[in-house]
């Protein structure tokens, strides 16, 4: 069993910068590909960065392209999410994931087996 707990969200203006950070248990970590979704108010999750096992590779949603940076630190057991030039279509609830099938990219929120609980991300005008 792997728990995922973020910390990082909070409130900043537009423009600003925030980095999540997402925790895992365990002394697998770095068996797991991991990924970052987001949800907004009355909208469906969705994919926002993934990353590779290694931390070799990195995939990004065309909306957060060039503004995010997914990372991670395997002797830490986290990873990050770098977010700059934030807007306040930004403003989600976002969550880690991980997954131990490596394949693909990891965009889709089926190919996960691990959840964190979310942080609160508000981006103000």
């Known amino acids: 069993q792997v728990q995922l707990v973020e910390s990082g969200g909070g409130l900043v203006q537009a423009g600003g910068s925030l980095r999540l950070s997402c925790t895992s248990s365990?002394?697998?970590?770095?068996?797991?590909?991991m990924g970052w979704f987001r949800q907004a108010p009355g909208k469906v999750r969705e994919f926002v960065a993934a990353?590779?096992?290694?931390?070799?590779?990195?995939y990004y949603a065309d909306s957060v392209k060039g503004r995010f940076t997914i990372s991670r630190d395997n002797a830490k057991n986290t990873v990050y999410l770098q977010m700059n030039s934030l807007k306040p279509e930004d403003t989600a609830v976002y969550y880690c994931?991980?997954?131990?099938?490596?394949?693909?990219?990891?965009?889709?929120?089926?190919?996960?087996?691990?959840w964190g609980q979310g942080t609160q991300v508000t981006v103000s005008s």
């Open positions: 994931a991980a997954r131990l099938d490596a394949t693909y990219r990891g965009s889709y929120q089926s190919q996960y087996d691990y």
């Open positions: 365990g002394r697998t970590f770095s068996s797991y590909a």
């Open positions: 990353i590779t096992r290694s931390g070799s590779n990195a």
